[in-house]
């Protein structure tokens, strides 16, 4: 067995320092940014994230309003294919059976 030497010592404190200090705080893997960890970090976490350009949750947020957008214009056309459709087809009978197709395709597939 080796003896350590002085400068060996030095280097193991430091590493040890090093090693309290992380269990301090916790980084961001997307930038960088330190938060320590205390009884606030959660939140701190949280805002840091939707902060975070380089955080991909801003990818999954830009999609989202994305399909979300294309949903409510989908909504629309089919809101005026039905005014038409019931404009056609009256509010009797004959508008409950396109109804009723509408409901057996939708259960067909």
């Known amino acids: 067995m080796t003896a350590i030497t002085h ?3 030095k280097e193991l ?3 040890r320092r ?3 200090l992380m269990k301090e705080h916790t980084w961001c893997a997307y930038c960088g940014h330190e938060i320590h960890i205390d009884d606030e970090a959660a939140t701190k976490i949280s805002e840091h994230i939707m902060a975070c350009e380089r ?3 801003h990818i999954a947020l830009a ?3 994305a399909l979300r957008k294309r949903c409510e ?3 629309k056309v089919i809101k005026a294919h039905v ?3 019931r404009g056609w087809l009256g509010d009797g009978a004959e508008w409950e059976k396109y109804v009723d197709s509408l409901y057996a ?3 067909a597939k």
């Open 7 to 9: 400068d060996e010592m």
């Open 13 to 15: 404190a430091e590493a």
């Open 18 to 20: 090093e090693v309290e």
């Open 55 to 57: 955080h991909p949750i």
């Open 73 to 75: 214009e989908a909504e």
């Open 63 to 65: 999609d989202n309003a």
């Open 83 to 85: 005014l038409q459709c």
């Open 105 to 107: 395709l939708k259960e």
